[in-house]
């Protein structure tokens, strides 16, 4: 009951998603037109560019070189079949929510407006498999402007092979999203998509740490800031006028700058002698300043020793102030005029007790213990 009722309130509004016979026929006779018609081969031209260095790729770019460049009036009709074809897919989703489980073909074809024959199902899979073969020509049509695109982005940290996959993210997006109305080529549409899915590539996998997007377009600003900069006035601008001419705060510009700073390994090698390949890493020149762990057993060994030590010879008012004035125990080191103000007494009388607890700890017995044996002799 509920699947009928939901059946007769949408039909009349699913009947716009049914083209026509003469549509249908029309878009199966340009299909066939263009898989049938041949291009140049332009494999020359692809295996002398830089970029292009691997087997795999060369068999790429020749296979996607010999896919035809749609004409306009092709363009409309493969975008028209793309159009309906995600139009019967949110039609698939609608009734998957209402039912509360995936539905049969069946199902799905008469909530388009299809009866449930025999007759009928298969021509709705033939259309169902024509408009996915509409959306599948319409990409391939255009992988060679994704491969234009990706080119100009090399050398930043991510491979060839990688930029393309992004930018044919962006490609089948743009076919996704393309509207005929706009009265515009495709490849004008799409060049949008193409470039932002690369770029949008390159600031996540191009470094190890990923920093957020918007920082990242941040810093690509500043860069093309400071050179138009440059170009139009022949000095280079300080942080203030680039922060000022780009619209954003002192800090801001700060952060970005400083994420797009290059990381170094430390396996990497800085000094190289070609005549005896002798060679030297980084990590073998850079001082860790991290003690290791027997310097930080002594030092734990030795605080405790002084505690006790301190605590066994100097009365409460001594300990305090030597725990102060050289930041014992966990305490801020402080001068003799805030201890002072601490205790609400005289500069000198703090400075007296002071010299009398160094005295007393010199003179005791116990302060061999607070020497390593090697510095005992």
Request: glycine share 4%.
């Amino acid at each position: 009951m509920v699947y009928l009722l939901f059946s007769l309130t949408v039909s009349y509004v699913l009947q716009l998603r049914k083209p026509s016979e003469y549509s249908i026929a029309k878009i199966s006779t340009m299909l066939e037109r263009t898989k049938s018609q041949k291009t140049l081969p332009i494999k020359a031209t692809f295996n002398r560019d830089y970029v292009v260095n691997d087997e795999t790729m060369r068999w790429y770019l020749s296979s996607i070189g010999s896919k035809r460049l749609l004409e306009k009036d092709e363009e409309i009709q493969l975008a028209m079949a793309v159009k309906h074809l995600l139009e019967w897919n949110n039609a698939r989703e609608e009734l998957k929510i209402n039912l509360g489980r995936e539905p049969t073909k069946k199902e799905w074809a008469m909530s388009l407006g299809f009866d449930g024959t025999n007759k009928s199902l298969n021509n709705f899979e033939k259309r169902l498999k024509l408009f996915e073969q509409c959306k599948e020509r319409m990409i391939t049509s255009n992988l060679r402007l994704v491969v234009s695109i990706a080119k100009k982005y090399t050398n930043r940290g991510v491979n060839i092979q990688d930029l393309i996959q992004e930018g044919s993210l962006g490609l089948i997006k743009a076919v996704e999203k393309f509207d005929i109305e706009r009265n515009c080529r495709f490849s004008t549409y799409a060049h949008h998509w193409i470039k932002q899915a690369i770029t949008r590539g390159v600031a996540s996998y191009s470094r190890p740490i990923r920093i957020p997007i918007y920082m990242s377009d941040c810093a690509d600003s500043i860069k093309r800031a400071r050179k138009i900069f440059y170009l139009a006035n022949g000095y280079s601008p300080t942080d203030n006028e680039l922060a000022g001419i780009l619209g954003i705060s002192e800090s801001k510009f700060r952060r970005a700058f400083e994420s797009n700073r290059v990381l170094l390994s430390l396996d990497a090698p800085y000094y190289q002698n070609i005549l005896t390949n002798e060679e030297k890493i980084w990590i073998d020149i850079i001082q860790d300043k991290k003690s290791v762990p027997e310097d930080s057993f002594q030092d734990s060994q030795l605080n405790d020793e002084l505690y006790k030590i301190i605590t066994n010879i100097l009365n409460t008012q001594e300990r305090e102030i030597l725990f102060l004035k050289y930041g014992l125990m966990g305490r801020d080191t402080l001068t003799m005029d805030e201890i002072s103000k601490i205790y609400q007494c005289p500069k000198d009388t703090i400075q007296k007790i002071h010299l009398r607890s160094l005295r007393r700890l010199r003179n005791t017995p116990q302060k061999s213990k607070l020497f390593l044996p090697e510095y005992q002799k």
